[in-house]
């Protein structure tokens, strides 16, 4: 079922229970408290229905990267990227996923599964960067040395130590969740704590947010922006290129070599015996007749690995679809 709407869909936040099992560094923090999981119920696979809607279209992107066109106002409406075949697949399987994708040339929006909150984990490095840049103004990222080399660290390796120096230099959940507000990201909530009582890792991956805001923070990347210069946008996108290879995945699913992406994704365990798998992928696709965001938040799965495997088919399906 569809319905025409304007999508500006968002969400609150939560708190961690303490891990006992050993957990990768870079993943992110978990979110496993009664409120996190009321705010992202797990083992609930059937997806909401779907909304569709147009927003304008980009005239141009990053330094550096081609101008896109904007829509006609008689451009024909396309068909659903997630279709039918999206929830097939999600009714089969374990968890609960939220998906949203933006196509850059015509400005259509589409939404997919729950719209309630789930935890960002390390997609938040990418909230933390833009922030960061708004910040520090204008040059080469308006940052230092130090701070450049850490966000690269923060993005490319999603290092933790790197996100917390950079959180703080971004001003903390005040100044974070002022940018957000700017940028258009009307219920993304910033942790309140980075060493939050009763919760081994680092507090900001406790934020929350939904797909669609997930899409407005990554339009601040491929359009003129108020916030940021095109030399901010461009260096942000060229960090999110060149992540660790074991870390492409998500909305890389399915996507040739041929074609751009820029991405950050996000990995934690819900509990300390890691039965339960937040998952997330947020970034951009170009190439091949294609140009869109996509962003995928999956909980409730019962590992790593099985996260993965779900968002990346979602991935792969958005890549077939709108070709």
């Not at 089969?92 to 939220?98: E, F, I, M, Q, Y």
């Not at 204008?138 to 701070?147: E, Q, R």
Request: proline share 7%; aromatic share 6%; net charge negative.
């Amino acid at each position: 079922m569809k319905t025409t709407t304007i999508i500006r869909r968002c969400l609150a936040g939560a708190i961690g229970l303490p891990l006992l099992a050993a957990v990768p560094a870079c993943g992110g923090p978990s979110a496993g408290t009664p409120a996190a999981q009321q705010a992202a119920p797990a083992n609930s696979a059937r997806s909401q229905p779907r909304n569709s809607a147009t927003t304008p279209a980009p005239s141009a992107t990053a330094t550096g990267r081609s101008a896109k066109p904007t829509p006609s106002a008689s451009a024909p409406e396309q068909a659903d990227p997630f279709g039918s075949a999206a929830d097939e697949y999600v009714d089969d399987r374990t968890g609960t996923v939220t998906a949203a994708v933006y196509d850059v040339t015509t400005g259509q929006t589409w939404s997919f599964g729950s719209s309630r909150p789930q935890a960002e984990a390390s997609v938040v490095k990418l909230n933390i960067l833009e922030a960061l840049y708004a910040r520090h103004g204008a040059g080469s990222g308006g940052l230092s040395a130090s701070d450049t080399s850490l966000a690269r660290e923060m993005m490319e390796d999603s290092d933790n130590d790197a996100a917390t120096t950079l959180w703080d230099e971004a001003g903390g959940p005040s100044q974070i969740a002022s940018f957000d507000t700017s940028a258009g990201l009307t219920h993304t909530e910033p942790s309140s704590c980075v060493q939050c009582p009763g919760f081994p890792w680092p507090g900001w991956g406790l934020s929350t947010t939904t797909p669609t805001d997930q899409l407005a923070l990554l339009r601040e990347l491929i359009k003129p922006s108020t916030l940021l210069t095109g030399t901010q946008r461009n260096s942000a996108l060229q960090l999110m290129e060149n992540v660790a290879p074991s870390q492409r995945w998500g909305v890389s699913g399915g996507v040739p070599a041929t074609a751009t992406v820029a991405l950050k994704d996000g990995w934690l365990p819900l509990n300390s015996s890691n039965t339960d798998w937040q998952i997330n992928s947020v970034g951009w696709v170009s190439g091949r007749g294609r140009d869109y965001l996509m962003a995928v938040f999956s909980t409730g799965n019962p590992s790593e690995q099985y996260g993965i495997d779900t968002i990346n088919q979602l991935g792969a399906l958005v890549w077939q679809h709108l070709g």
